[in-house]
């Protein structure tokens, strides 16, 4: 794939890059040859976090002896400074590399802490390992725009991710994307499938590709997955009437019951595993009737405990009328599992 510029950092990128999450539920060797296979299809950078179990391991082997070629990004969710600081050494350790080409304050939450401003602060650790070199530029993810505008003024930022997909519009067609535009920040676009739960992955790209400045990162566990999004992209073709059709089809079974997965609503002080549950009939549409018995018993059976408290209602960037969600898919699961 021709490479772009990640904004104003001057490094070069793939048009689409590869989120590593996923491969952690892959076998170990597997993992490894997934991400030498997306190299061969040109994607030349990726993404993972401090956060996403053995991922950075995992990387780190595959990308042994051919780390020049790459860019690696990583994050620290750390909310403390001076665990900011291992996360940091920590990360590189794992990927055994010198250096993060980028490193995000993971979720953004960090920058709204007393600790993340002034002396000994986690800003000033971030920037303090861009001059020692173990770092080259810094990012932030973010699923809340308030915040995300606010991060954008930190003049170190060179590079964000946020949400992006044509159900969460309000990102790249509202404030974010043309003030990010404007500062030459980078923008990464996270969850270009909806986190997985909009199937059409040719759509999703297609809508994508409209807005030239959005670099999709996209979290596969397949070589084929990725070989597929890299044809889709290169092949350009334009949005057309279907499609609009079909995307209006997805937004209006997703709607206002479109939960994105950040988790920003947990912990539930009931237990309830929001995002899992939230999701269950539109999960039902996806996987095969042995995988959603298997995935959703045990986390509809805790979420009979909401107590409709709307604690996670408070915390929701989305203002998403939660405890209805969960009611409606205890409803349809328990429909869903009766005997066939
Ligand atoms: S409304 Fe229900 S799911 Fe939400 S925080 Fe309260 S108990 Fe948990
Ligand atoms: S319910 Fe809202 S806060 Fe919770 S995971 Fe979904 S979108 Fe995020």
Redesign the pocket.
């Known amino acids: 794939m021709d490479k772009i510029e990640l904004g104003s950092t001057g490094l070069e990128v793939s048009p689409l890059g590869m989120g590593v999450i996923q491969i952690g539920r892959r076998p170990w060797a597997e993992s490894v040859e997934v991400v030498r296979g997306v190299m061969d299809l040109g994607i030349n950078w990726f993404d993972t976090a401090r956060a996403y179990g053995d991922t950075e391991l995992r990387l780190g082997e595959a990308l042994l002896g051919i780390r020049n070629e790459v860019i690696i990004m990583s994050k620290s969710h750390a909310h403390e400074p001076d665990l900011f600081r291992t996360h940091i050494d920590e990360s590189l350790e794992r990927l055994q590399t010198d250096y993060l080409d980028v490193l995000f304050f993971h979720g953004g939450g960090a920058i709204e802490e007393g600790c993340f401003l002034g002396p000994g602060g986690i800003l000033e650790i971030a920037e303090d390992a861009v001059r020692a070199g173990k770092v080259r530029f810094l990012g932030f993810s973010a699923?809340r725009i308030e915040l995300a505008l606010k991060a954008l003024d930190i003049p170190s930022v060179s590079v964000a991710m946020v949400p992006a997909n044509f159900i969460s519009r309000e990102w790249i067609d509202g404030r974010f994307l043309p003030k990010a535009q404007a500062q030459g920040v980078a923008v990464l676009a996270m969850k270009p499938l909806g986190g997985g739960r909009i199937t059409n992955a040719e759509l999703c790209l297609k809508f994508l590709k409209t807005y030239p400045d959005l670099i999709p990162c996209i979290g596969i566990e397949r070589v084929s997955e990725m070989a597929q999004n890299v044809r889709v992209w290169e092949e350009g073709a334009l949005l057309t009437a279907d499609d609009l059709a079909e995307m209006e089809r997805i937004e209006e079974l997703l709607g206002d019951r479109?939960?994105?997965?950040?988790?920003?609503?947990?912990p539930c002080p009931q237990g309830v595993p929001?995002?899992t549950v939230?999701f269950a009939s539109i999960f039902a549409r996806q996987m095969t009737r042995e995988k959603v018995l298997e995935m959703l018993v045990e986390p509809v059976e805790q979420a009979r405990a909401c107590i409709e408290c709307g604690e996670?209602v408070d915390?929701?960037?989305?203002d998403?009328a939660?405890p209805e969600?969960i009611k409606e898919n205890i409803a349809f699961f328990e429909a869903f599992s009766q005997p066939l």
């Not at 915390?315 to 989305?318: D, L, V």
């Open positions: 699923h479109f939960c994105r997965g950040c988790g920003y609503c947990q929001i995002s939230a996670c915390k929701c960037p989305y998403l939660i969600m």
